[in-house]
């Protein structure tokens, strides 16, 4: 409509969807963190996410404590040149993105997301994706490819790799942190998810 980001931002509403991106931040590549004033719900419909990795935009809306939204239309029947009809198949952007928000799901049922709050501070999580609970836990997506760094509370953690590409665990353990700024390889190339959970917080 005719509105602005501030008039959403300013409104009475508690749940809102922006458009694309502004000098706020770009919701279809680089999603602002919530701030908690507002439930934020990024719709694909909204933002024009088709011609993005929506992947990879699915797990940077989450880790930034966004609600990620996809409109998964129907084909419309006679319509060849509805979207529909060009996203097929196991490698779609559309297969993607559904694949993705099953995966960020897992991990949302799994955490205890009341506790946890976002950050694209890159002194706390040089990826810029975390969600932190300090000292219990601690979510964070590698968009790129490499280590990282992670600045966490002294402790023992159970530790897992996930591989968002694959979409399976590849790796899990048990580590003493000493705490402070942590450096982490991921055990394989590409994008990649770091879990930490205390291992005190899972025998609760």
Same mark, same amino acid.
């Given at each position: 409509? %005719?509105?602005? @980001?501030?008039?959403?931002?300013? /409104? *009475? $509403? ?6 694309? #991106? !502004? ?59 509805? %979207?529909?009809? @060009?996203?097929?198949?196991?490698? /779609? *952007? $559309? ?6 928000? #099953? !995966? ?59 591989? %968002? ?7 899990? /353990? ?31």
């Amino acid at each position: 409509g %005719p509105g602005t @980001r501030e008039n959403l931002l300013n /409104s *009475p $509403a508690r749940v809102i969807s922006p458009t694309g #991106g !502004d000098r706020r931040g770009n919701y279809r590549t680089n999603p602002p963190v919530a701030d908690g004033k507002k439930l934020v719900l990024v719709d694909t419909d909204h933002v024009a996410a088709t011609d993005v990795d929506r992947g990879v935009w699915v797990w940077k809306c989450f880790l930034r404590g966004l609600h990620p939204v996809f409109m998964d239309d129907p084909p419309v029947e006679g319509s060849v040149e509805h %979207p529909s009809f @060009r996203d097929t198949g196991p490698a /779609s *952007p $559309a297969a993607r993105t559904r694949a993705a928000m #099953g !995966d960020t799901l897992r991990f949302a049922s799994r955490m205890k997301l009341a506790q946890i709050l976002p950050t694209d501070d890159a002194a706390l999580c040089s990826t810029r994706y975390c969600l932190r609970n300090p000292g219990q836990e601690y979510l964070v997506y590698q968009p790129e490819t490499g280590p990282f760094d992670v600045n966490v509370v002294a402790g023992t953690y159970h530790l897992e790799w996930f591989d %968002p590409s694959s979409h399976t665990t590849v790796q899990t /353990s048990q580590i003493n942190l000493a705490g402070g700024s942590m450096r982490f390889t991921p055990p394989f190339d590409g994008i990649a998810v770091l879990y930490l959970k205390a291992i005190a917080d899972d025998a609760r």
